[in-house]
């Protein structure tokens, strides 16, 4: 699993940002709780949640642990 992320915001939406992590660029997706969190400078570290489906693997990103925890105990409902 990948427990965060830290590296050079390059490309940011209210629903996903993209990080530049030592030249390997990561697609996470986002809430807009998040977005409105990101730091002014360009390095970030994120939190996050890979989640693997038959049809899609998909990274998120929070800014906060309480926030990654809360949205894990929502997929398992």
Do not use: H, W
């Not at 949640?49 to 105990?73: C, H, N, P, T, W």
């Amino acid at each position: 699993m990948i427990y965060f992320l830290r590296g050079r915001l390059v490309e940011k939406s209210p629903t996903q940002i993209i990080i530049d992590c030592n030249g390997v660029g990561y697609e996470v997706n986002i809430s807009i709780y998040t977005y409105e969190r990101l730091p002014k400078d360009e390095v970030i570290r994120i939190y996050t949640y890979f989640l693997v489906r038959e049809d899609a693997q998909v990274l998120y990103g929070f800014m906060e642990k309480s926030e990654r925890d809360v949205f894990i105990k929502l997929l398992s409902v």
